[in-house]
């Protein structure tokens, strides 16, 4: 009762009665209770309000006035939280903010992540990863599920459920979010802009939703966030110097920002190793030498004290399959760079964002153009090949040839500016590659299979400074080439010890073990050598590529003796083959 009336004392006071308000007009006003103002407000309170009063005694006008205070308190105290916080974050807290268009913002996302899947939160974004063979973990190999034939012997491998098997990761959603990290206090807040084409003459067109993170922290120094988005670059990179990262230019509407997403990851491979590579050893260490010269802080010195670019190109040329590409994946996994690729016969890259591209590479990188000569670099020459043509021709035919350039003159001058600026002329390339603003640092590698078709001036000192000719597999490196393909791929059957080994031996006996293992091995070894010696020796030198070798090869990976047994009639057969100018290779 005590409560009751307190209650109606401080609703008094809140909806004052018909005794205390006046109107200064016309005198004493009317009864203005909380019961009326609900009736007024609210549609069916009236009934609600008289039963629950009469039946069971309760006025249930306090309860709702209450919650309505109670409302408004919330609100006035909300309104007041917003404007201390906002003193508070522009006064005494620091900030970075990453666009999704820097690299920084996967390493940041990655990191939140790895922190998020073992720290509770309730607003999370769930992402399917992409996992390339290479990062299957074991665990999914033990859980893959097979068929099995009639005697319950494994058959056939089954991945119906392997994406289902796949677990998702968690990134923090679009809004606020909070963590811990090395005793500091960090709020993260995730936000999406979209951007607009301001560039087109008809009006903004909407491109793409573009994200912003940004992380703030208690104090005026901004070391802490520092320190964050380097363990967040760390923890990115993790084990990255054992894989080589490839990327390519990224879609046409997102070059035109520039900065470092131009260029976007597409492969990330387990470095090469360099013994893989099928090529002479000499050869290979003075590859490796003069990068490695080149790649030296004190050479960059060395060149400015000179006044010359610092700049180092390479050609790798050879008939296909002979290593020019897998000798530029194994020099990246050597000295630890990323591996741009840029095609020139892409039809959306103008000389302007190859431009661009080169522009904003890293300060160590290997650029490659795989077959420059197929990319239609042609010198813009009067007197070039057609034109000869055309000179020499007799009489008779000149009419005829006046007519058809005339009909390609005016078919030129009919296309539109837009259509002229499509493709990159040689004069662009070399631009590009040896001009004033062009980037500084980078080992360029350009590969063909026909050097002779490439113009002098794209080739010259200064545009390719080392020349590394690829030829087909001589003997000794088709001798190679097997044994490496079947290490430890014989079987150890004939002096194998029937010792177990599970219970601890005696030293004696221990010792006799590791002697008969090595016997084994050496046995192996002379007859796996002894194998690569007889099937070198059945494969003709110089007629035929390690990838052409290889892919024979790989048909009889697990089994080096069918390999050399049947060798000879492969042989036979590219022969024919190449006699015919076939492009079908027998198996």
């Not at 990255?240 to 597409?266: C, E, L, Q």
């Amino acid at each position: 009762m005590r409560q009751k009336m307190a209650l109606s004392s401080i609703l008094g006071t809140a909806f004052p009665s018909r005794e205390n308000v006046s109107d200064p007009l016309t005198g004493p006003a009317t009864n203005i209770s909380p019961t009326t103002l609900l009736e007024t407000f609210i549609p069916g309170y009236g009934p609600i309000h008289k039963f629950l009063l009469y039946t069971f005694g309760f006025d249930v006008t306090v309860l709702v006035s209450l919650g309505a205070i109670l409302w408004l308190g919330g609100r006035i105290g909300r309104s007041v939280w917003t404007v201390i916080w906002a003193l508070i974050a522009a006064n005494w807290m620091a900030e970075v903010s990453v666009s999704s268009s820097d690299e920084i913002h996967a390493h940041l996302l990655q990191f939140l992540a790895h922190q998020y899947r073992t720290k509770s939160s309730r607003r999370l974004m769930a992402e399917t990863p992409t996992k390339s063979a290479w990062e299957l973990d074991s665990e999914d190999a033990e859980n893959l599920e097979t068929t099995v034939d009639a005697d319950g012997n494994i058959k056939w491998l089954n991945f119906s459920n392997q994406e289902a098997k796949t677990q998702p990761i968690f990134t923090p959603a679009i809004g606020n979010h909070s963590f811990w990290h090395d005793g500091t206090y960090f709020t993260l807040r995730r936000k999406e802009v979209t951007l607009f084409d301001e560039l087109g003459g008809g009006g903004a067109a909407t491109l793409k939703d573009k994200e912003i993170l940004t992380l703030s922290c208690f104090g005026r120094s901004t070391e802490p966030i520092k320190a964050l988005i380097q363990h967040a670059k760390s923890h990115y990179h993790l084990g990255h110097n054992a894989k080589t990262i490839i990327k390519r230019p990224a879609p046409k509407d997102m070059r035109r920002f520039g900065g470092r997403g131009s260029w976007v990851k597409i492969a990330e491979r387990p470095c090469r190793p360099m013994k893989t590579v099928v090529l002479d050893e000499e050869r290979k260490m003075d590859v490796l030498a003069d990068i490695n010269e080149y790649l030296n802080p004190a050479t960059a010195r060395w060149y400015a004290n000179r006044g010359i670019p610092y700049r180092r190109g390479y050609l790798f040329h050879g008939p296909p399959g002979t290593g020019k590409t897998s000798l530029t994946f194994a020099l990246a996994g050597v000295f630890g760079l990323d591996i741009h690729v840029v095609s020139l016969l892409e039809p959306t890259l103008t000389e302007e964002e190859l431009g661009m591209l080169f522009t904003n590479l890293p300060a160590r990188c290997i650029v490659l153009l795989e077959d420059i000569d197929t990319a239609g670099l042609l010198r813009n020459d009067p007197e070039s090949d057609e034109s000869k043509k055309v000179d020499g021709d007799s009489s008779s035919n000149q009419d005829f040839n006046v007519v058809n350039l005339t009909k390609a003159l005016r078919k030129a001058q009919e296309q539109s500016e837009e259509e002229r600026k499509k493709g990159i002329s040689l004069s662009g390339l070399l631009n590009i590659i040896d001009g004033v603003a062009s980037h500084e640092g980078r080992v360029l590698v350009m590969t063909t299979n026909r050097p002779e078709k490439l113009d002098d001036a794209l080739i010259r000192p200064g545009r390719v400074d080392h020349q590394v000719a690829f030829e087909n597999a001589k003997t000794h490196q088709i001798q190679e080439l097997f044994e490496r393909m079947y290490a430890n791929e014989l079987p150890r059957t004939r002096l194998q010890p029937s010792v177990d080994l599970t219970p601890p031996l005696p030293p004696t006996t221990g010792e006799k073990v590791k002697v008969l293992n090595a016997v084994v091995a050496e046995v192996q070894g002379d007859e796996l050598r002894a194998l690569a010696k007889e099937f070198a020796a059945r494969v003709p030198e110089g007629l035929f590529s390690p990838a052409e070798l290889q892919g024979f090869l790989l048909k009889r990976k697990k089994d080096p003796r069918k390999a050399c047994e049947e060798v000879e009639k492969w042989v036979a057969g590219m022969l024919e083959v190449k006699r015919a100018g076939g492009k079908l290779v027998p198996q």
